[in-house]
């Protein structure tokens, strides 16, 4: 029987990037609201991402958004935030904002639009290099509004032909992680809009391409955690971008709109063994943050998100594995769907707080932050200059 002592003891396992633009401005379709403090360089970013880390041990790097935390030095930078406690980890290319990206980008059929997607891609890889990052994340924005307005079956072959030339820049210790989503921007098709194209494309790729899961990109009432024991089973599974969603976007704090669906996400993440270190460096799944704070403080934001996190995981590791196991042999299924509930509904939080405490955390993270006066203290330094957002 799995105990909370048992299950504290492997949270400290636990880690958790956070993306650099959750710190600056960013927010729905219709407005992005300014707020005093919010960084104006990637420099002050990370040193945000930092705090975080500090107050809950959850956070140790922090994903970078190329071109928009693009430096001249990349090998300083990544020195600049090994001194603040973190690292640098996953890169996300971006092909979306760009006005040659019209009508796609490593889809398009204009060969010049697909050169320079790809290319810069590659300029990716080599910034990985220099920041020592193991995966790169692909979004792709691209697909079509109208039927007829462009061949499907080739965009998923210029697709892949444009992967295999990015992949084929990998180094040994570098991963291609696909992410994938239903719609947007495109409203009749979009090239990677699901789990399975998004693993028949790494599939093809090999050993070091993988799917990314935003927890976001489905459709109301598709079983998220379906799809993450499927790719496990698969060993295809390679990243999550954590968010939630209530109707038809994304990027809202992870555990918002559904906990007991985290909880369930968790649970097959550790019985696939994508969880720890036992998992191996290969095996495990990297657990990241993908969201916007619009209306709420941004640094808040993270310690909540990251917190929920490690609260539905410690949920999960109480399940009774034995006592599941053999219920499922039996058929018993409301004794199998009551230790589901029985671990969910233990109240982790007193313990969690003395964990904390005993490795030298604050046992309240967001009374800490708000008692700390940072917030305070880059609201006046931050005068002046242009705040990062969307697109900066």
Not at 63 to 90: M, Q, R
């Amino acid at each position: 029987m799995n105990t909370t002592e048992t299950a504290l003891s492997r949270l400290g396992e636990l880690a958790i990037e956070v993306p650099s633009w959750a710190y600056g401005n960013s927010g729905t379709r219709f407005k992005v609201f300014g707020t005093p403090g919010t960084p104006r360089t990637v420099q002050e970013k990370l040193a945000d991402a930092a705090k975080v880390h500090e107050l809950t041990g959850l956070a140790p790097t922090v994903a970078l958004h190329i071109p928009w935390d693009k430096v001249d030095d990349y090998a300083a930078l990544k020195e600049y935030a090994a001194d603040l406690g973190v690292g640098l980890g996953t890169v996300n290319s971006n092909t979306f904002q760009d006005d040659e990206y019209k009508f796609g980008s490593l889809t398009s059929s204009n060969p010049a639009v697909r050169r320079r997607a790809i290319d810069h891609h590659l300029e990716c890889l080599q910034i990985m290099h220099a920041t020592g990052s193991r995966d790169l994340k692909i979004w792709l924005a691209d697909g079509t509004n109208y039927p007829g307005q462009d061949d499907m079956r080739g965009r998923q072959d210029r697709l892949a032909e444009s992967l295999q030339e990015i992949y084929a820049g990998l180094g040994a210790e570098q991963r291609l992680v696909l992410e994938y989503k239903f719609f947007e921007p495109a409203f009749y098709h979009t090239d990677v809009p699901d789990w399975g194209t998004s693993y028949a494309q790494t599939l093809a790729l090999g050993e070091k391409a993988f799917v990314c899961l935003d927890t976001g990109h489905h459709a109301p009432g598709t079983n998220i955690e379906f799809i993450v024991m499927q790719l496990l089973r698969l060993g295809k599974l390679g990243s999550f971008d954590f968010n939630s969603r209530f109707y038809a976007d994304d990027d809202l704090i992870v555990g918002a709109a559904d906990p007991f669906q985290l909880f369930r996400i968790m649970h097959e993440v550790i019985r696939g063994g994508g969880f720890g270190k036992s998992a191996g460096e290969n095996s495990r799944v990297a657990l990241m943050l993908d969201q916007c704070h619009n209306l709420e403080e941004k640094i808040p934001g993270q310690i909540r998100s990251v917190l929920n996190v490690q609260e539905m995981t410690a949920r999960a590791l109480l399940i009774d594995t034995d006592a599941l196991a053999e219920a499922q042999r039996n058929g018993d299924v409301l004794a199998a769907n009551g230790i589901f509930n029985d671990a969910f509904y233990t109240d982790v939080r007193p313990a969690l707080a003395q964990w904390r405490e005993s490795r030298g955390l604050p046992a309240d993270p967001m009374a800490a932050f708000k008692a700390s006066g940072y917030q305070k203290k880059i609201n006046e330094d931050r005068v002046g200059g242009q705040q990062a957002g969307w697109g900066a």
